[in-house]
Nanobody, 125 residues
Framework: QVTLVESGGDSVQAGGSLRLSCSAS????????MAWFRQVPGKERELVAA???????KDYGDAVKGRFTISRDESTNMYLQMNSLNPEDSAMYYC???????????????????WGQGTQVTVFA
């Protein structure tokens, strides 16, 4: 069992940047694969980015490739650097964790049993 807490959400003008953080209640490095998902009311939850439990492998949703970067430290934290934000990036962003993880399971929200409460990102034109 692990508890996740997101932070860093804010309102920002289009073209700006934000850095989201996810803090875990215990060490997650080399144990949990991690991911960021986002959701807008009335729409399905969308994968933003995922990172393997060692940090070696990273995956990105098509909408954010080249603009967002996922990273993690060797203890309890994961990050999402978001650049060139546009209004379509506005959403609630969630941190998620799964024990181990494969190249397939990292992309599947149903494979993540642990979730944070979310942090709101709003991008205005």
């Amino acid at each position: 069992q692990v508890t996740l807490v997101e932070s860093g959400g804010d309102s920002v003008q289009a073209g700006g940047s934000l850095r989201l953080s996810c803090s875990a209640s215990k060490n997650i490095f080399r144990i949990y694969s991690m991911a960021w998902f986002r959701q807008v009311p009335g729409k399905e939850r969308e994968l933003v980015a995922a990172i393997s439990f060692t940090g070696k492998y990273k995956d990105y949703g098509d909408a954010v490739k080249g603009r967002f970067t996922i990273s993690r430290d060797e203890s309890t934290n994961m990050y999402l650097q978001m650049n060139s934000l546009n209004p379509e990036d506005s959403a609630m962003y969630y941190c998620a964790a799964q024990v181990g993880g494969t190249s397939e399971s990292r992309l599947d929200s149903a494979k993540y049993p642990f979730w944070g409460q979310g942090t709101q990102v709003t991008v205005f034109a």
